[in-house]
């Protein structure tokens, strides 16, 4: 194992290796798929450190039983540099034990490797369009975006570092309806500014407070041109510079968060460029687009509900459960025409496509995916695409509802969240719980100082390190690797549990679940707290031993690197590794 190899890979390449022999001597067929081999922990740690099903899953390419074909993977790596045994277990597992220098060259490891410890090659380069947040503009993000925004980024931050080129987008939708009520409702703030009463905001507009300012500065630039002029006059303009604004606002909202994309696609761009056209073309060039009539509305009967003939999108043909139109009988274009010419359009620079979404999307999936199957199939190449819904987020406090925001209008703004508690306690703790999972965020909770917060136990994991390391330097100790193998059980235990992390990040990168990084981040947390208290109980088990300034360099150099993990594993969430609390 090189020194800048991390031990899971190294062994998986050993693993390779004898596979490879295995094929040379006719045991394995040549060229027989190994995606499915595996190299991890057992489950139960007294079988060993290391275990592979290797034998398990290739038995049948081999001709033989899973028993027969791991004794011939044993011989292979029996004696091998750092196997200090290999043993078979059940049907065919391999359990591998390795000797303690392995451990102490995976701490050099992470210490040589530094910030990119735990980076992966498995995406290949490949460019991954991770679309999420797109929110409407019609007013500053609120805490039911926030989820989706974090775990939007946190995979978009995941798959860059597991070797994938990321595309972070922003889909705008500033076309249709809700816009133009948008216009209407920065209008009455237009009026109220030039002096007009505006009494209650009429049903069906928005009330939020944050059009007062938009509506100031329509003022101020076209004083009262507009004040009584028909609104076919002012509402393509004025709709133009109040989604600009909202956007802007939208931005701001998001940098508090740490989340900037990289693309603003416009819905209202892309109408106007003919892309929905153009795909409706090219999809009836491909067979997947006809004229016909939808079906009755099932259930209830409509009494004045008449057959039209629309265009349809073929999506039975994908697996949803019926044809899906992509024009309204007005001859404008459906949410789903549009989002098939949006997802046509990102395929065009990117391999893979990710959607980040709210459960109330869940109905739109089967179409979409539907789509982007069509277009693989037409461009004669598989375009992989995942919808990742994310569940609503409910706000308590000390475990009551939080009451609405005056000047959201109707929600709790994501500024005031993150103003109260912070961007980092927001970002992790919307990591904590799988994203199809409903969640609470309770105010009082989430600063809670205690192992039951997460995002406080995993920070105060890394400000001990950090408070260890600065006092170990007032005494004129600093962190060294020539007494490595003074370290015992408890110590290598730590550095076995520090060495999963280049798994885990592949583990969840494959999975697009970046919530796997919080939980390993939490084990490993709770495991050095553990060592930590050590101490208490047993001096010697401290850190800091002023008698012994050897043994002390080498538990410094241990603590360093169980930070440098942390704090790895923080960057890929986009949360500070915090020097003390």
């Known amino acids: 194992m090189s020194e800048t190899q991390t031990l899971y890979a ?24 190994r995606d499915a081999v595996s190299v991890e922990p057992p489950r139960d740690p007294s079988h060993g450190d290391l275990a592979t099903n290797a034998a398990m899953v290739l038995a049948k390419a081999a001709g033989t039983n899973p028993r027969a074909l791991a004794e011939r993977i044993v011989e292979k790596l029996a004696g091998a540099p750092l196997v200090e045994s290999a043993a078979i277990a059940g049907p065919g597992f391999i359990n591998l034990r390795l ?67 990321v595309i972070r987008e922003y889909y705008v939708n500033d076309a249709g309806g809700q816009v133009d009520v948008l216009a209407e409702s920065a209008y009455l703030r237009y009026a109220e500014a030039l002096g007009t009463d505006i009494g209650e905001i009429p049903p069906g507009l928005y009330p939020g407070e944050y059009l007062v300012p938009i ?47 990289d693309v603003f696609s416009s819905e209202a761009e892309l109408q106007a460029a003919g892309k929905p056209a153009h795909a409706e073309a090219w999809l009836r060039e491909h067979g997947l687009v006809y004229d016909g009539h939808l079906e009755a509305p099932k259930g209830k009967e409509v009494e004045d509900w008449e057959p039209v003939e629309l265009p349809l999108f073929r999506s039975t043909r994908f697996g949803d459960d019926q044809d899906r139109p992509i024009r309204k009988s007005d001859g404008s274009w459906t949410y789903f025409g549009a989002d098939l010419a949006y997802h046509m359009q990102k395929a065009e620079s990117a391999d893979e496509l990710i959607d980040v979404w709210g459960a109330d999307h869940a109905g739109t999936v089967k179409r979409i995916k539907a789509a982007v199957a069509a277009l693989s199939e037409g461009q004669g190449r598989t375009i992989p695409f995942d919808v990742k819904l994310v569940q609503m987020v409910q706000l308590l406090r000390g475990g009551e509802p939080v009451k609405m925001s005056k000047r959201a209008g109707t929600f709790v703004t994501l500024a005031d969240v993150v103003r109260e508690v912070g961007k980092d306690v927001v970002r992790f703790t919307m990591l904590t719980r799988k994203p199809e999972a409903q969640m609470d965020f309770d105010f009082a909770k989430v600063v809670e100082a205690s192992k039951d917060n997460p995002v406080f136990y995993v920070q105060y994991a890394h400000a001990r390190i950090s408070s260890t390391l600065r006092k170990a330097a ?26 999963q992390f280049p798994r885990e990040v592949e583990a969840a990168a494959r999975a697009r679940e970046p919530h796997r990084i919080a939980f390993y981040l939490y084990d490993l947390a709770a495991a050095f707290h553990a060592f930590w208290n050590m101490g208490n109980d047993d001096p010697a088990k401290r850190i800091i031993l002023t008698q012994d300034a050897q043994l002390t360099a080498a538990r410094l150099f241990l603590a360093a690197r169980i930070g440098q993990v942390i704090r790895n594993g923080l960057a890929i969430l986009g949360v500070e590794a915090v020097e003390e609390l």
């Not at 490879?20 to 067929?29: D, G, I, Q, R, Y």
């Not at 701490?107 to 380069?125: F, M």
């Open 10 to 33: 190294a062994f998986a390449a050993r693993i390779g290796a004898a596979l490879a022999a295995l094929e040379e001597e006719a045991v394995l067929p040549a060229g027989t798929p």
């Open 99 to 165: 000797v303690p220098a392995t451990w102490l060259a995976e701490l050099r490891a992470i210490a040589a490797l530094g910030p990119d410890y735990g980076r992966s090659p498995i995406g290949a380069g490949r460019t991954v369009n991770v679309e999420y947040v797109s929110a409407n503009p019609t007013g500053p993000m609120h805490m039911g975006h926030c989820r989706g925004a974090v775990v939007g980024d946190a995979l978009a931050a995941l798959l860059e570092f597991a070797g994938h080129r």
């Open 215 to 261: 509506g100031q500065a329509l003022a101020a630039e076209y004083g009262d041109r507009y004040l009584d002029a028909p609104a076919d006059e002012w509402r393509p303009l004025f709709r133009k510079r109040t989604v600009a604004a909202m956007m802007e606002l939208i931005k701001a909202d998001l940098a508090l968060l740490g989340i900037h994309h």
């Open 474 to 499: 007032a005494e004129g100790i600093a962190p060294a690797d020539e007494a490595l193998d003074r370290l015992g059980a408890e110590e290598l235990a730590l550095v076995a549990l520090a060495a």
